[in-house]
């Protein structure tokens, strides 16, 4: 009787989302908004230290019970380096499996992301603010929830069992997953990472793969030609920055919000373009999708398509060519104005990701001149300084091999790593050799030619068969973990 009725006050308090919802299905996939109700948590500020006064903050997170039946398992997203809405919005195989297995869906913010703020708009503002943001203390912080979950939200809708928890995740998110079932294996009874390099630290990982692999869905989806020509631009680029007329040209050619003037601007617009050619090969979906901006189906394809002019003596027109091509990803809506090179003053979410890469996060990237990058090798003492310099922080070098074991998985169990080969991400994650894999169930697979996190996203008619099949593995695995065959 009290679960139908808890159901029921759930169901009325989804109606207008739900009336949203019939809505936009009628669209395409790529339309669809899953309703899911925000809650929060007040968590510990810090969880590792008696010194001091016991603060608190709010850490918000998402739940979607449409499905959940008693005695379901809850499936947790471990909230990565972004708003968790985003992740919610972008995660639709959980959607589309949370009626196979009767699952309650549960996504949690990371802290210092979104708006899981600890110090509110100061959080940013000090180091010693910012002291609090690090990937042992979300791991609590996603345990601390789980605990509360499980003996508070589903007190009514169960008797005494406890529900089993899976934890899920792509790239970082990913990573945080597999570190949670390591650290807290009474949290969660398994986890399934999509692309989480956690090898990918120093002295694991080499440091040329995330720019390799980048070139590489350009070359196998755009044309060869789009590599050389890309590779060309960045030269002409610097040779027009030498001059003010050749800066004035760029920058009203591609409709910069402002000339670039300084050594700084210049930089600032290299790394816009080689972010802009990472976030295309990232969400080069087979349908329009809005991840990070929004963008055509294929867009590293349509990309390549634009780029017409090839000649490195018509300088106009390749600057003109690559304005074209760039619209794909700056301007796909036509409501973009200009093009800002500069993040914004505000963009937390990139100063959190910034400060984390560069304190237990080192993730080396060099570019050689087999990737279509300007040549950038990785220097450790150089970067560690840098990071200093920005943030004041500092850890040792192998602090992220201390806290998880580097490649010592063998202790561990139920982790399903799961790579999609042309995801950057999937540089540093885990391969293992069928002979090696002595626990059967810590499991490896790999999705060739996907995409970024593309296997955790809905299902779509046109999806091949690779990702087809990688969904039915993890099906199955779930299955397995919960006791379900
Ligand atoms: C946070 O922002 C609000 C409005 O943007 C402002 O009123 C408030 O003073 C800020 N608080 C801090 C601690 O900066
Ligand atoms: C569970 O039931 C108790 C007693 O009926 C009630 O006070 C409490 O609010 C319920 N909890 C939830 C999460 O609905
Ligand atoms: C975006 O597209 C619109 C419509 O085609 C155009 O007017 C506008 O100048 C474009 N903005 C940029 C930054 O390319
Ligand atoms: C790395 O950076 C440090 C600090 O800037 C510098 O002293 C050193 O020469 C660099 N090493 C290489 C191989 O470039
Ligand atoms: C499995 O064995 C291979 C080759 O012996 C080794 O390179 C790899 O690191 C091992 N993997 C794990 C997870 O132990
Ligand atoms: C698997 O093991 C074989 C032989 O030990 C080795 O040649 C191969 O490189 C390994 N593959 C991976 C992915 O570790």
Redesign the pocket.
């Known amino acids: 009787m009290k679960s139908l009725k808890i159901k029921i006050q759930m169901l009325l308090k989804l109606f207008p989302i739900i009336i949203v919802l019939v809505m936009f299905l009628k669209g395409s996939k790529s339309d669809t908004i899953y309703s899911l109700e925000t809650r929060y948590i007040d968590v510990p500020v810090d969880h590792f230290s008696a010194m001091g006064s016991y603060k608190t903050f709010k850490l918000r997170y998402l739940l979607n019970g449409k499905h959940y039946i008693k005695g379901g398992p809850v499936f947790i997203y471990t909230g990565g380096e972004r708003d968790i809405t985003i992740a919610a919005q972008n995660t639709g195989f959980l959607f589309d499996i949370a009626p196979i297995f009767k699952a309650m869906l549960v996504f949690v913010e990371h802290r210092y992301y979104g708006k899981s703020l600890p110090f509110g708009n100061a959080s940013f503002s000090t180091t010693e603010n910012l002291r609090y943001l690090s990937t042992t203390q979300a791991l609590a912080d996603f345990s601390f929830l789980i605990d509360d979950l499980k003996g508070k939200i589903f007190e009514n809708v169960t008797s005494s069992k406890i529900e089993p928890f899976i934890a899920f995740g792509g790239y970082y998110a990913g990573m945080l997953s597999a570190w949670l079932r390591m650290k807290y294996p009474f949290s969660v009874r398994g986890a399934l990472t999509s692309s989480a390099p956690i090898f990918y630290f120093p002295g694991l990982t080499t440091c040329e793969g995330y720019y390799q692999i980048v070139t590489d869905m350009f070359e196998k989806h755009g044309q060869e030609q789009c590599v050389k020509t890309i590779k060309l631009g960045w030269d002409i680029i610097i040779n027009q920055c030498k001059t003010k007329l050749g800066m004035d040209l760029i920058s009203s050619t ?2 910069l919000c402002n000339k670039i003037r300084t050594p700084e601007d210049v930089n600032a617009l290299l790394d816009w373009l080689a972010n802009i050619y990472v976030k295309l090969s990232m969400t080069n979906y087979h349908y329009p999708s809005d991840y990070y901006k929004p963008v055509p189906a294929y867009p590293v394809k349509i990309f390549c398509e634009k780029l017409t002019t090839t000649f490195a003596s018509d300088t106009k027109g390749l600057i003109q060519s690559f ?1 074209n091509a ?2 794909v990803y ?2 796909y ?7 800002n090179i500069y993040h914004k003053q505000e963009d937390f979410n990139e100063i959190a990701w910034q400060y984390q890469t560069c304190t237990e996060l080192i993730m080396p990237k060099c570019s050689t001149d087999n990737d279509m990058f300007i040549t950038k090798q990785w220097n450790y003492t150089q970067f560690v300084l840098e990071c200093y310099e920005t943030f004041g922080a500092k850890l040792g070098p192998d602090w992220a091999l201390l806290a998880y074991g580097g490649k010592n998985l063998q202790y561990y169990s139920n982790i399903l790593f799961s790579n999609s080969m042309l995801d950057p991400g999937s540089w540093g994650g885990v391969y293992m050799n069928k002979s090696n894999e002595t626990d059967e169930s810590l499991m490896t697979y790999e999705i060739i030619d996907a995409p970024h996190l593309v296997d955790l996203r809905g299902s779509d008619t046109a999806d091949n068969n690779y990702l087809v099949q990688a969904r039915n593995v993890y099906v199955s695995t779930l299955k397995k973990w919960l006791k379900l065959e």
């Open positions: 591609w409709k304005a760039l619209e700056t301007n809506t036509g409501k973009t104005i200009c093009n």
